[in-house]
């Protein structure tokens, strides 16, 4: 993909929010439809633009992106038409949507070459990651990337956030960490951002003052608080704000996932399945989401291999009536589900001898963690590299229980508490 031709993208792309948006009033959670429409709006202009047509992906995802018509209007208007700017002094326009687009604007800047979307992988691409060429092991790689999603879930649950959310920030993660590299970024910092990107995707918005809270909370096992206004709390807001653009570029704004939950439902309805067995097989795909097994395999074979785990462990009383032939019934790829269920039975044993001590460490775990200093002497564009992470002592090995951040390779550092 070419070179976006800047200023006849931005016109056309004006002229479409200047039709689509005259006289809009806002209209609550219905405005994503309206976002939505603009999208569909624009997609449309562009194809009489044969220049143009290819982009049409960046257009479609600006609009969508920002989560709500009230979003898409303020957002693209700032950054498509500068003309437009008399929308801005409308009273609900906050910071965060001016900061929103100018993230999403880093998507029209003509230095900034487009990467193709890429959602699925292959076994042989986790063992090739950019963590696993900067002395990262798969294994090691497969646990902080489970560490990482597990704080997620908790985040989540504890947010009241729909299932659909956090899956969707585990896979953005996963997808995050094929473009980039453990020791760059501290898992957990990806992580909040990756909750935090879903919570926009999904439709199911927090706000910072509530999130970033949650967060610490969890991130340092329940050992540091943060409440809005203190230092903190503007710490993990600037790693949160500042990581959301690395993030959104690293998934090619593409934040429409597919998941494997509503196959499972289906599939459960279809085969009959128990009350118990129903929970089991849905306690396993949240544990697949922990993993890669998201971005490698179909959603529908994962719902299959997390009832064929249920099946496997539950109690005969739980199987009730099912037979041993549902796999054929549903039409199941049985080698699929057989690696899954292999695949997720050894992350069980390799998380567990983890916890056990040495034998889950990192090996190649030998230099310091980065301390913030180093941050502020770094230039604003490679700022992100040495970011530290929210919560660890700076120049120092954090206090157990928190999660061990001086883990070797100069990877983001917790940022330090004062």
């Not at 992906?57 to 208007?77: D, F, H, K, N, P």
């Not at 922990?290 to 496997?312: D, G, H, K, Q, Y």
């Not at 199941?332 to 034998?359: K, S």
């Not at 002497?377 to 660890?392: D, K, T, Y």
């Amino acid at each position: 993909m070419g070179m976006l031709d800047c200023e006849r993208l931005r016109g056309v792309v004006g002229e479409v929010l200047r039709r689509e948006l005259d006289g809009v009033a806002y209209q609550g959670d219905r405005m994503g439809d309206v976002g939505r429409a603009v999208s569909a709006a624009i997609n449309a202009r562009l194809a009489g633009e044969p220049a143009l047509e290819q982009h049409k992906l960046v257009t479609s995802v600006t609009i969508l992106e920002a989560s709500s018509g009230q979003g898409a209007r303020m957002g693209c208007a700032a950054v498509w038409d500068p003309a437009a700017d008399a929308l801005l002094h409308e009273s609900y326009v906050s910071d965060s949507i001016r900061c929103e687009a100018a993230v999403l604007a880093l998507r029209v800047y003509p230095d900034a070459p487009l990467q193709k979307s890429v959602t699925t992988f292959s076994r042989e691409d986790l063992k090739q990651t950019p963590s696993v060429a900067c002395g990262w092991t798969v294994e090691r790689e497969e646990l902080d990337r489970a560490k990482a999603c597990a704080l997620i879930c908790s985040a989540s649950r504890k947010l009241q956030l729909p299932q659909i959310t956090s899956a969707s920030a585990c896979v953005f993660l996963h997808r995050f960490f094929m473009r980039h590299t453990l020791k760059e970024y501290h898992h957990y910092n990806i992580a909040a951002t990756c909750l935090f990107v879903a919570c926009k995707a999904e439709e199911s918005l927090r706000k910072l003052d509530s999130f970033i809270p949650v967060i610490v909370y969890y991130a340092s096992k329940g050992n540091r608080r943060a409440p809005p206004g203190t230092g903190e709390y503007e710490k993990w807001r600037a790693v949160i704000l500042g990581t959301e653009a690395v993030v959104l570029q690293a998934l090619c704004f593409d934040v429409v996932v597919e998941h494997p939950h509503a196959r499972l439902v289906a599939l459960l309805d279809a085969v009959g399945a128990t009350k118990q067995l129903s929970q089991m097989a849905w306690s396993f795909v949240g544990d697949c989401m922990r993993l890669p097994l998201c971005i490698v395999f179909p959603p529908r074979s994962v719902a299959c291999a997390s009832l064929a785990l249920a099946t496997r462990v539950a109690p005969p009383a739980a199987l009730g009536a099912l037979s041993d032939a549902w796999l054929d019934r549903v039409g199941a790829n049985r080698d699929e589900v057989a690696e899954i269920v292999q695949w997720l039975l050894g992350f069980y044993a390799r998380e567990a001898q983890a916890r056990l001590g040495p034998a889950g460490a990192d090996p190649a775990a030998q230099t310091p963690a980065e301390s913030p200093a180093s941050a502020s002497s770094a230039s604003p564009r490679h700022q992100h590299q040495h970011q530290p992470l929210v919560g660890a002592q700076q120049q120092q090995p954090p206090p157990p229980p928190p999660p061990p951040l001086d883990d070797g390779h100069q990877r983001q550092p917790l940022v330090n508490s004062q």
